[in-house]
């Protein structure tokens, strides 16, 4: 597939929600075409990379930030779907992960840890290589 298509196709793949994850829960949050050929369940789908040999390392982490930003755009979606009811309003995934990790925050640290750790095992980021 060429570079420009892979990040559309990731959240295609991650967001199908064709079936139930490993608990037999279906992914109420997933707003794709529940395809049956594609992902069941975010917490299912699995990436796979093979690398041949001869790959440049700019075309690597090239499919690499492609794969994070697919990642991104649903944890950020999802950030702002349950983030007002959580008392996070117009924050993103990674708006919420960046005032975490600052010591000036003025906000409830454990609740916004408690909502990013949700996001992070609502669409988690299962990449695998292959040698």
Sequence with gaps: ????????????????????NAAGEACTYCKGKADPA????PD?????????????????ISVQNELVAAYNILRNRRALEIGPSKGFRDMNCVEMQKN???????????????VIDQIKLEFPQKLSEVQ
């Design 44 to 60: 299912k789908a699995i990436i796979s990379l093979k690398n041949e040999r001869e790959t440049s390392y700019a075309a690597y």
């Design 100 to 114: 975490y990790k600052d010591a000036r925050f003025i906000g409830n640290k454990e609740k916004l840890k408690a």
């Design 38 to 41: 594609s992902s069941d369940h």
């Design 1 to 20: 597939m060429e570079l420009k298509d892979l990040k559309q196709a990731t959240i295609d793949f991650l967001d199908n929600g064709g079936d139930v």
